[in-house]
């Protein structure tokens, strides 16, 4: 009896088990979608795997180099960390548009991203610039991102730390 009342509660117990709950579909996403748009983009650069003419400047020091780039995911990460759709910010772009140009911008001052611009030409995407910038007591920085398919990314960045120097990186890609 004992047996048969504990195999009556163990298939309760599994019985009463609910399937993992389906995950909520993901909202619509509030601006542009940086990182799904530089997800395909890293995609579709693997496939066509071009040969890149790259300059990589700190201050006046230059190296360039062609090369192919073995992981564009990685190569573009730092425009896909510019993603403005992450939920502490909505609500803290404001949307300016005409016809061939997008721009989001945030004044607020716990926001690094303080613009995504979007040009379209034709219907599609012709180049994307974002400004970033940080600033505390001993530290500013300030990025220039931009991205035009097919033609060239750069990355410009000037920072200065407390009692140092200035510093200006430039990195070019340029596609052939």
Known sequence: MRNTIFLLLILLFFGSCN???PKKQSSPLTYFDIKGYFAKEAKRLKSLNPEIDKTVTVNQSAEHKKLKIADWQKELSIFSDADINKSAWQGLFKLHQTQDVKTYISDNE?????????SY?????????????NANSLYTSSDTLSYFPDS???VKKTQHITLLKEKNYRITGKFK
Do not use: T
């Not at 716990?110 to 979007?118: C, G, N």
């Not at 030409?121 to 910038?133: M, P, R, V």
């Open 19 to 21: 399937p993992a709950a």
């Open 110 to 118: 716990k926001v690094p991203v303080k613009s995504l611009q979007v």
């Open 121 to 133: 030409q034709n219907g599609k995407i012709h180049g994307i610039e974002i400004l970033i910038s």
């Open 152 to 154: 060239l990314y750069q």
